[in-house]
């Protein structure tokens, strides 16, 4: 049974970092694309950063580019995402995500889900 769950988020002020992480369980991690996605309330859920199984390609949405970074330790089967200078329009329920094969942006295209972690940022 696959598991994604995520960890790290928190309440922090504008200008503040924080470091998510998930934690995958019952699949061959190196072998699966990673995803962050994230879903303000009253908006649907948008793509924030993914990366490949090995870890040697990003992508990041525009509004985190430069800000966030994306990272994966694959003997640990973690992917993390760094989060530094956060803004208030950042605060949303962050979810990982893992497809395989390749990455994508498009949350269609994922297979598993963990079940979020609140981030808020206070102006």
């Known amino acids: 049974q696959v598991q994604l769950v995520e960890s790290g988020g928190g309440l922090v002020q504008a200008g503040s970092s924080l470091r998510l992480s998930c934690a995958a369980s019952?699949?061959?991690?190196?072998?699966?694309?990673m995803g962050w996605f994230r879903q303000a309330p009253g908006k649907e859920r948008e793509f924030v950063a993914c990366?490949?199984?090995?870890?040697?390609?990003?992508v990041y949405a525009d509004s985190v580019k430069g800000r966030f970074t994306i990272s994966r330790d694959n003997a640990k089967n973690t992917v993390y995402l760094q989060m530094n200078s956060l803004k208030p329009e950042d605060t949303a329920v962050y979810y990982c995500?893992?497809?395989?094969?390749?990455?994508?942006?498009?949350?269609?295209?994922?297979?598993?889900w963990g079940q979020g972690t609140q981030v808020t940022v206070s102006s």
């Open positions: 995500a893992a497809r395989r094969p390749g990455y994508s942006t498009s949350s269609k295209e994922y297979d598993y």
């Open positions: 019952g699949l061959t991690f190196g072998s699966y694309g």
């Open positions: 990366i490949s199984g090995r870890g040697g390609t990003t």
